[in-house]
Structure formats: C-alpha cells, structure tokens
C-alpha cells in the first residue's frame, strides 16, 4: 500500500521540498516529469498546483496533499483539514484575501460596489462575499496583473496580500478583509478512515510539524558552577526545564534546554555575567514536543 501525496507546483514548491528534507524526506524532481521521487517506499507523490489540490483529494486521486485553505473554500472541496503549516511567508502578518479599490475613490465599501464589476482569481469566494452582504456586482475572473485593472477594467479588485505593499504600490487601499488563509495539510475523508493511511499521515504531520517548529527554536547549553545552578536557572523561561548533567570536576555542571530564537540575544549576555561558561548555540532539524 502506498499513501498518494500531492506536493504543491510553483510557488510553494521548493519551500516545501525543503521542509520534508527538515523532516527526513529527500524528494527529488525533474522537470520531465510530475512525478517526484522520495525516498520513502510507501509515498508516491505527484506535483499539483495549489490551486487544483483540494478538487483532486477529495475526488480520490490523491489521499493527502499540501494546499492553502482559499483553495479548499474556492474549490467548496469536502477534504479534511488537518493542520496548519506556516511557511514559506515573508512576516508573521496573516495572509488575506481582501477587497481593494483605488485609494481616494467612490468605493468606500463593499455596499458601494453595487452593479459594478470585481476582478480576482477567487471568483466564487468573491461572488460569495458579495451575496453574503446582499450585493450584485459582475465578478471576473483575473488571469494576473490584478492590481493594474483598477480602475480601467474594474472598480475593485479581491486579492491576496501579507503586508500590502503590492497594493499600495498600484495607489490601491483595503476596503475590507475578504478570507484569511494559510497553507493546510489535507487529506480525503476515506484515506483518512483507512487505519494504515491514517497512520502514515498522522506520522508524516508530526515530522514536518517537528521541522517547523525546529525553525523558531535553537538548542542551547553552558557549563556553570553547581552553586550558582538555581540562580542561573532561574533566568531561564519558566516553562522551561533544563537538563542538568553532571561533569568530571563535580563542581561543575552542564545546562542543556531548547529555547525560543527570539529570547536568545538577549539572554547569552544574561547568562555570561552571571557566571555561565561555555555557552553554546546551535541549529535543530525537529523539534517535537
């Protein structure tokens, strides 16, 4: 038996080969074929495009696959959302899709686009979005270069954005939030009730999850004084609990922990001026709790 997996083609492509990679996985692809090779004897995968990931899960074709959640609403595809998978995105801003107008212009909200025209690759979240708040407008679908069609060929735009700067760049500016989106692991519903799919997914989540959260983190150790172990620890994050080991000179002690890149800079310093020795950073691959 081997569990069908869809990796997405384009942009998200190479950022994902090189997650599964933090996670133990080599895939390899040629630019012959669709199929990538891995080097796990129960996977086959196939490059899809994001945006056809969802109709193809659910339809069977594929048991799993990597996509973003707009494409399981655009697609109003029956798929299960698993998890989460944030990665591959400039800032920690959530991605968008919102409703943009030229900045100064009529459209001061969505009430304003009555009888007008949107243009966007979502199509039926936007017609969505428009029937939900009791407006008709025409929605076209843009085949790219969305930001340039207002307001020539359109009064308002539903793009995706993180920080906007695509927006204000073409002298638009964001009427309202549309959907919020992030890259989703999915999975067919009869995949996902089969025992030994299920199995192979839930372990494959937790490794790449593990590699995700291995970015955010370091592993960290020092060498201090058994005297001075509680007033050292005790500058260490709360919830965290160190490994303390012993060394050859029994006055002396290892501290390993795993800590957040974020409290790192400022805690080294910390740690130097209250007696630690030997303070050591380093990389992790996974980190799963």
């Known amino acids: 038996m081997k569990l069908r997996l869809g990796i997405p083609k384009g942009s998200l492509q190479e950022a994902t080969i ?23 004897g129960e ?24 996509t973003g959640h707009d494409w399981v609403v655009e697609n109003d595809a029956q798929v299960l959302e698993l998890t ?38 979502v199509v039926n979240i936007a017609s969505r979005y428009l029937r939900e708040h009791g407006v008709k407008a025409k929605v076209e679908y843009s085949y790219g270069a969305t930001e340039v069609k207002v307001p020539h060929l359109a009064d308002a735009i539903v793009e995706i954005t993180e920080t906007g700067s695509s927006l204000r760049a073409n002298d638009l500016e964001i009427i309202d939030t549309v ?14 009730a089969d025992g030994w799919k299920k199995n192979k997914i839930d372990r494959l989540i937790m490794l790449l999850q593990g590699a995700l959260e291995a970015r955010n983190r ?32 029994e006055a002396w002690v290892d501290v390993f922990v795993v800590l957040r890149k974020a409290i790192v800079r400022d805690l080294i310093p910390e740690l130097k001026a209250r007696g630690a020795q030997g303070i050591v950073e380093f990389p992790l691959s996974k980190f799963i709790e």
Do not use: H
């Not at 056809?52 to 990597?66: H, K, N, P, S, T």
């Not at 201090?224 to 500058?235: F, H, K, P």
């Open 18 to 40: 090189d997650l599964f990679r933090n996670a133990g996985y080599k895939i390899t692809t040629s630019s012959r074929s669709y199929f990538p090779a891995i080097d796990d």
């Open 43 to 66: 996977i086959e995968c196939m490059l899809i495009r994001a945006q056809e990931m969802a109709r193809y899960v659910e339809g069977g074709v594929l048991d799993a696959g990597i």
């Open 84 to 121: 989460e998978m944030q990665y591959a995105k400039a800032t920690l801003n959530k991605v968008r899709w919102v409703l943009a107008a030229k900045k100064g212009g009529p459209i001061r909200s969505v009430k304003d686009l009555e009888g007008k025209t949107v243009a966007t690759e």
């Open 179 to 192: 959907l919020e989106t992030s890259t989703v692991f999915i999975a067919n519903r009869d995949a996902y």
């Open 218 to 249: 370091v592993g960290f150790m020092f060498n201090v004084r058994r005297e001075q172990l509680e007033q050292i620890t005790a500058i260490l994050p709360p919830e965290k609990v160190p490994t303390v080991s012993s060394l050859l000179d």
